[in-house]
């Protein structure tokens, strides 16, 4: 049996371990990915810190991640689009295919979603197995390093292209990975004003140089009627991206939206109060973003960096999978942008 390296989540306790594991079997349509490289995604560390939500989750014994980038290794013999060699990252979420959703096509509305790296064995490995229809084949000319967190970047565009930013005010709460990145993507997009909150110093100095016109701590500034005079606005911020998943971040937003004003909300938030005479006098809609639209996010951010979209500052740290320990350490001090570890040195 032929064996590899795989990050597993072996034991029920804070961390993960490097074991060697079995390379996956190839099925009629599957793909077996040679990884080259994957970024570390707030999931990760979840599972690695084995909170409440990882350890009714998670399968002791799975290999886990779901940002990468590889080469194809190997296909089914079903598979006809993908031949050894060829660049790829890939949809970690598989789909049924068969429910109302998928078969209209909205495959990320799905209601039986199998996450690669929660529910099935993942990335974080020398190979990952996909099914064909979940490899996206990627242009070369983008930086790998891009090309890993294509996952992360997804989420960033499925939020960002949710409601019209060209010409708008807008109001991004949480300025972690993604929210940087729908940072950049607004900005590529053409809107006026764009600000960003979080209480993370290191973050709000990278939103700056992704774009924000304005990047507040909210330890120390508010957002209010006042901040937006001075940026010469009058009626409320237009669109909103919720990222921060911080019950107090959105209900300011709320306070600041324009009547009519869209909310796209990515951050999980806990259950709170929300006045929701601000949502509906004022007419608000509230749209809730989970993954990306299959594949037509895809398309739009490769489409994006081609014309110019950078999120390449958003990457700060890289490491080779060896070291993945103080991989986590960095990602889980708050002092990072996106976390590369590298796979492609064996
Ligand atoms: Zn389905």
């Known amino acids: 049996m032929r064996t ?3 990050l597993v989540k072996a034991k029920p306790e804070q961390g993960l371990w490097l074991q060697e594991v079995p390379v996956p079997t190839v099925g009629l349509n599957d793909v077996l990915i040679r990884v080259l490289k994957t970024s570390i995604c707030g999931t990760d560390v979840h599972i690695w810190d084995w909170d409440a939500w990882a350890q009714k989750t998670i399968p002791l014994g799975l290999t886990i ?7 194809v290794e190997e296909v089914g013999s079903n598979v006809h689009d993908y031949a050894r060699g060829d660049l790829v990252s890939g949809e970690g979420h598989v789909v049924c295919g068969r429910c109302r959703n998928c078969l209209a096509g909205r495959r990320h509305l799905c209601a039986k979603t199998v996450g690669v790296g929660v529910n099935r064995d993942g990335a974080y490995a020398e190979y990952l197995l996909l ?3 979940n490899v996206w084949p990627c242009d070369p000319s983008i930086p790998l390093e891009v090309l ?14 949710s409601f019209d930013v060209l010409g708008e005010d807008v109001l991004i709460t949480g300025a972690g990975p993604i929210g940087l990145m729908a940072t950049a993507i607004a900005r590529h997009c053409g809107a006026r004003h764009i600000v960003v909150t979080d209480m993370n110093p290191y ?19 508010t957002v209010d009627a006042e901040l937006q005079r001075s940026l010469g606005m009058k009626e409320g911020f237009d669109v909103g991206m919720e990222m921060s998943g911080n019950p107090a971040a959105f209900r300011m937003m709320l306070q600041n939206m324009c009547h009519g004003g869209k909310i796209a909300m990515l951050g999980l938030l806990p259950p709170a109060e929300i006045d929701w005479s601000l949502v509906i006098f004022n007419g608000l809609t509230l749209k809730g973003i989970y993954g990306r639209e299959m594949y037509e996010t895809w398309y739009k ?5 081609q014309c110019g979209l950078d ?10 999978y060896t070291e993945f320990e103080q991989a986590f350490a960095v990602m889980r001090s708050g002092q990072s942008g996106k976390v590369i570890l590298d796979w492609s040195e064996r």
């Open 4 to 6: 590899m390296k795989a």
């Open 65 to 71: 991640g779901h940002e990468f980038v590889g080469v």
């Open 131 to 133: 099914p064909v229809t």
């Open 148 to 161: 890993s967190a294509f996952d992360p970047l997804g989420n960033a565009t499925h939020t960002a292209l």
């Open 203 to 221: 973050r709000l100095e990278l939103a700056k140089r992704l774009g924000a016109t304005l990047a507040l701590d909210v330890r120390t500034q």
């Open 301 to 305: 951010m490769t489409m994006m960096i």
């Open 311 to 320: 999120v390449t500052p958003v990457i700060t740290h890289r490491f080779h």
